[in-house]
């Protein structure tokens, strides 16, 4: 064995289970598992959370389009995004919500509220933020993923965070920020009622802030967070549950970062009824509170972030709200925040009213791979060895599947503890070991091992020993793999790590309560890591904010923050996994959709979504030889929706473009065996998501599109059936 092989820990487990799924398929519909009833959201063919249901399972039981007539449908309206200020690459992550008649949606970087006509999509009402130098600040703008609703005192209200992180309450029918509600914002422009400085709750009691007063500075509600203390934004809408408003937090990507300090992304809960704050989750414990431990060093005072880039789902029936998170300041190098960092990249589950953790589980420890967790918690009803367990299921962008039950949090299926490389970095920290599911089996199986012979690529058998010989200059390892100093003297060229998940922030998850089924999009990819290091103590310099440019646009700036730097950070070269020709060392698999039978735990179905890029079906190296489909570009993006699994094409962060001649279609598949029964045509390639309501009778289905390459804005385009 050379030091990249092992042996993979389950032999035989994946075989076995393809013929598993196979036969779960092929079984006739009475045999196939039902599961437990739905979390509210699309009760009478309404839409009222991001994710449909509280639950976030993006499915409808809607019906009045199905296999028979889904070839039929047409476009009612399109909805452009433009008409409303610049768009950021014509991208947009905003699923509208159907509520009580009307669509809800946000658009643009400036986050305009929209309340759109169901029926034809003519614009009732917008609302937007008067600007603020916390708004140009803010590295996400153009990332908003849309709004909250709930019913107060008998009136619809719907909720929005900003970018410059303020919380609004509008009244639903109107769009007028609601009167007696929240706190005055002292801003000109602003409106002195249905408003909420978040900053301000975000940075009282907060040590560095109180040092920060005590040395004579104030507080400016323009500018937010100070420089050198942090900034603070939003990504994901609040959700409401039982009467509190829970709001959530996003930063500055950890990845582009080399300052040491920020503000943490505390959650915070408000009354839905009055804007008052109720309470404030620490997502970086304190001294005496759980998981203060984990953080060495003292880092626990002076280091930030750990942001909710997710939605969050929540059980109003257990009274808890369910968030994931992301790691803490500077990604590439942790050896300044020593421990495993809780509640860094964790499922939380908090009572809503209190704000208490009820229970957590970290998913990963130290996060050096920014393995954020991207998407939000999936929660319904499975029947597991004949038991009923109210779920929650976490995907990630390693391609693991966490499944817990959502009222105690125990693992539905043991996970164990692997021991992963370690850092040679000095100074640096590493987790001794990191958390792996038994079971399911991962969305992609390398992230089992990684790169064992069984997924080096094997078109031909010269092309299979070339790859073998290139690999055995590298130590591979399967997820937690991390970046080595540039100066190292290891025998081997780099360290190369593997993962199947792909980042599905773009492209969520989504599932189906009354089968048990989950759908998933996932992409493999093996990489060797650039090197680090040290940076001397120099950081270099981003401009606190750019401004508009020519277009009239806010770039999506990266603001600095903190005053200390890392010692170590990317710059010192790499040495990459390298190629054949352009044919990558191992199989591809560039474009794939599975589903998994949660009650069970088994892989259903895994199909390739789109056809093998051009670049490997015609390459030189495989004249003559037929090469397996190993999907096309973009993304996979679905809705389940009745019987069926509505599906599409999506682009990857707004950048990735599909191929001129690839066809821009909606497809209805089979949701036993991902079969395309009927497809209709789309302007565009998907973004995102898509969602489904019921409006005076006529069923809708809503689709976010939008791609430079075919000349289209970030746009809402409906269909239903010829009336």
Known sequence: MTRWQREPRFPGRISLLLCLGLAFAMAPTSTRIASGQQLPGTENGEWRYLGGDAGHTRASTLDQINADNFADLEVAWIWRSDNFGPNIDYFSRSTPIYVDGMLYTVATTRRQVVAIDPASGETLWTFREPESIRHL???????????????????????????????????????????????????????????VDLVADLLNEW????????????????YGVPRELGMVTSSSPPIVVNGVVVVLAGHEPSYGQTRMENIPGDIMGFDARTGEKLWKFHMIPRPGEFGHETWESDAWYWSGDMSQWAPASADPELGLVYLVTNSSTVQSYTGHRPGYNLFGGSVLALDVQTGERRWHFQIHRSDQWNYDLPTAPILMDLEVDGETIPALIQNTKQSLIFAFNRETGEPIWPIEERPVIQTEVPGNYTAPTQPYPTWPEPVDPIAWDGLTEEFVIDYTPELREQALELLGNFRVGGLYVPPLPYNHDNEFLNNVGCMGGGNVIPHPPVADPTTGMMYVSHVRSCSAPGFLAPTGGVDEEVADFAGPN????????????????????????SEPLPTIDGLRLFKPMDNQLSAFQMNTGERGWSLPVGETPERIRNHPLLDGVEVPNTGGTGWSIQMVMGNLLVQTRALSQGTAQLAPDAPLELHARDKWTGEILASVDLPAPGQYGMMTYMHEGVQYIVVQVGSIHHDFPGSLVALRLPR
Not at 207 to 222: I, M, Q
């Open 207 to 222: 040590g560095p802030w109180e040092d920060y007063v005590a040395e004579g500075g104030t507080y400016d509600p323009d």
């Open 137 to 195: 600040r803010s590295p996400r703008q153009a990332y908003g993923k849309g709004v909250a609703y709930a019913e107060v005192d008998g009136r619809g209200v719907i909720y929005v965070t900003t970018p410059g992180f303020f919380l609004w309450a509008l009244d639903a029918k109107t769009g007028i920020p609601l009167e007696d509600w929240g706190t005055p914002i002292p801003l000109d422009g602003f409106s002195q009622t249905g408003g």
């Open 550 to 573: 020519e277009a009239g646009a806010t770039p999506n700036v990266t603001p600095t923050t903190g005053v200390t730097v890392v010692p170590w950070a990317p710059g010192g070269g």
